[in-house]
Nanobody, 123 residues
């Protein structure tokens, strides 16, 4: 099982930027999907941005052009650069991973989850 630890959440004004990081323990498999998901109070968890070990990415329509996901395979680190933040981006952000197949944005396909980091955007 992969252990994931997120950091970087904070409170910012609308229009601001944040960079989230997720450090993974040793990946057992050479191929894996991992990414960022978020859950706001009273809402279902949703995929924000995911990336496969070969570099392919997928973004939620609501964050395209504003968020950028990246990975540093040597450091087992996943990052999410979030620009032009909006109040509707307020949520707990989770890092998740799943080995072998490309899983895309659907959180139900991911079994390894971090504890989350809170992002709050005020207007």
């Amino acid at each position: 099982q992969v252990q994931l630890v997120e950091s970087g959440g904070d409170s910012v004004q609308a229009g601001g930027s944040l960079r989230l990081s997720c450090v993974a323990s040793r990946f057992t498999y050479s191929r894996y999907s991992w990414g960022w998901f978020r859950q706001a109070p009273g809402k279902e968890r949703e995929g924000v941005a995911t990336i496969y070990s070969d570099g392919r990415t997928e973004y939620a329509d609501s964050v395209k052009g504003r968020f950028t996901i990246s990975q540093d395979n040597a450091k087992n680190t996943l990052s999410l650069q979030m620009n032009s933040l909006k109040p509707e981006d307020t949520a707990m952000y989770y890092c998740a991973a799943e080995p072998l197949r490309w899983r895309g944005l659907d959180p139900k396909y991911y079994n390894d989850w971090g504890q989350g980091t809170q992002v709050t955007v005020s207007s």
